[in-house]
């Protein structure tokens, strides 16, 4: 692996179940990222985390949840989708939450359509 | 509140210069990231401004004023495989990434 991979690349789903997104890098990053990308909107920021073994809420938490158990991996689930939660989710990982020049490294990106 | 805003779309032609502006009101800045986005891919690092000025990188140049809540990225020579959005983000007073809508760009031969 070279970089960070994402699991499935697209998905569809319906209304009501149980979906974990799967995450993992191999660059040894401290800070990974969910984010989702919707049509005519910014990226935005689900969850976060800066280090293994803590998690974050970004600007859009409610629905979706995080865990961290060690550095590379970074699965996101959505307990109960619904309809709204259809997107492209895109992880990414940096040297480093804070800090100054800590670009950050996209995966593939994931499809979800939740019907 | 936060709020990162970019034109939507912009053409320009095949060997010419275009500038995409981007304008911020952030809870605090940590500096100013760029990003390429070709259509179904994933963002991909551009470049990167802290401090007042330009940052030049090949074909790519990014300017930033703090004080205007002000950046731009100007692309030169453009190329036909420069069709892709662009994506402004601001690192705020959390070190998280504020992200623009992005910038559409048309290049026509």
């Known amino acids: 692996i070279a970089g960070i991979t994402q699991a499935p690349t697209s998905q569809i789903l319906a209304a009501g179940r149980r979906m974990t997104l799967r995450c993992t890098q191999d660059?040894?990053?401290?800070?990974m990222y969910w984010y989702r990308q919707d049509l005519g909107l910014g990226l935005r920021l689900i969850h976060y985390?800066?280090?293994?073994?803590?998690?974050g809420k970004g600007e859009v938490p409610d629905g979706y949840s995080v865990s961290r158990a060690n550095t590379d991996d970074f699965p996101l689930t959505l307990a109960s989708a619904v309809p709204s939660q259809t997107s492209v989710y895109f992880c990414?990982?940096?040297?480093?939450?804070?800090?100054?020049?800590?670009?950050?490294?996209f995966g593939p990106g994931t499809r979800l359509t939740v019907l | 509140g936060q709020n990162i805003d970019q034109p939507t779309e912009m053409t320009a032609t095949e060997g010419a210069i275009v500038q995409i502006n981007c304008t911020y009101q952030t809870s605090g800045f940590n500096g100013l990231f760029w990003y390429q986005q070709h259509a179904g891919e994933a963002p991909t690092f551009l470049s990167y401004?802290?401090l007042d000025g330009l940052e030049e990188k090949g074909r790519f140049s990014s300017f930033l004023s703090r004080s205007k809540g002000y950046s731009y990225l100007l692309l030169k020579e453009l190329q036909m495989k420069d069709s892709a959005s662009y994506l402004c983000a601001v690192k705020d007073s959390n070190y998280q990434l504020i992200w623009g809508a992005g910038t559409k760009l048309i290049i026509k031969p």
């Open positions: 990414a990982s940096s040297d480093s939450g804070s800090g100054d020049h800590n670009e950050q490294f």
């Open positions: 660059m040894r990053h401290n800070a």
């Open positions: 401004n802290v």
């Open positions: 985390s800066n280090t293994a073994g803590t998690t």
